[in-house]
């Protein structure tokens, strides 16, 4: 079956805009997170949604992050005013429940100039 | 991040040679997981560990979880260019807490033929 996916895959932009990142899911997996993977480090927490509603947001930097999951299924992280310390790996994962194997998406690489 | 150390931080081996990577925390590990990343790529789930003590093996890899539950080992018998890739532990460190990972900064392994 299909896996995590995110788009875009690359999104390079200007300082001072607004973007928005997508995550896809699996069917069915109530429980969805955020991560975000700067070079040469690993993921770092931001976010947590158990259906519908953010269980956890302690991990968003500032208030420029925001994530939304209207439906219980597709996600989307928006980052307004961007900075160049923005530039990261945007990596989601999903799970069928909030324990156990988190599934990871191929990421969404952002570059901030 | 400094909840999670992963050691070493690098490594290069000869191919058909062992090798083993250490993830240890100052806190208990309600859940430790093993991931590796092709640089470019999103986490690939490799092994779950939960309970003190546990060790668990697919095709050439072994993870072990200590009893303390705040040390975790990843063991890679007769290393194949294959293996070569980044490998992240990542840990729940909060009780029920929704399974939100935290992530060492990895240990990015290179296996020469």
């Known amino acids: 079956g299909a896996g995590v996916s995110q788009t875009p895959s690359n999104k ?36 947590y949604f158990q259906g519908t509603g953010a269980a956890d947001d302690s991990g968003l930097p500032n208030d420029r992050f925001f994530a939304v999951r209207p439906e219980g299924s597709v996600s989307t992280l928006k980052i307004q005013r961007t900075e160049r310390g923005d530039s990261a790996v945007y990596l989601c994962a999903s799970s069928p429940t909030s324990l156990g194997e988190q599934f990871f998406g191929p990421g969404t690489r952002l570059t901030v100039l | ?41 999103g986490l690939i789930f490799l092994m779950m560990l939960q309970k003190g003590g546990e060790e668990k093996s697919h095709e050439k890899i072994t993870a072990k979880l200590d009893e303390k539950k705040q040390q ?13 890739g980044t490998y992240l532990c990542g840990a729940d460190m909060e009780y029920n807490a929704g399974n939100m990972l935290t992530f060492g900064g990895g240990t990015r392994l290179m296996v020469k033929p």
């Open chain 2, 72 to 84: 975790s080992s990843l063991h890679i018998t007769a290393s194949q260019p294959s293996h070569a």
């Open chain 2, 1 to 41: 991040s400094q909840e999670l150390e992963q050691s070493p931080q690098s490594l290069i081996v000869q191919e058909g040679k062992n090798l083993t990577i250490n993830c240890t925390s100052s806190k208990t590990l309600y859940g430790l997981y093993w991931y590796k990343q092709k640089y470019g790529e």
């Open chain 1, 12 to 47: 390079v932009t200007e300082k001072g805009k607004y973007v928005e990142l997508r995550c896809d899911p699996i069917s069915g997996h109530t429980a969805l997170y955020w991560y975000r993977q700067s070079l040469g480090q690993g993921p770092e927490f931001l976010i």
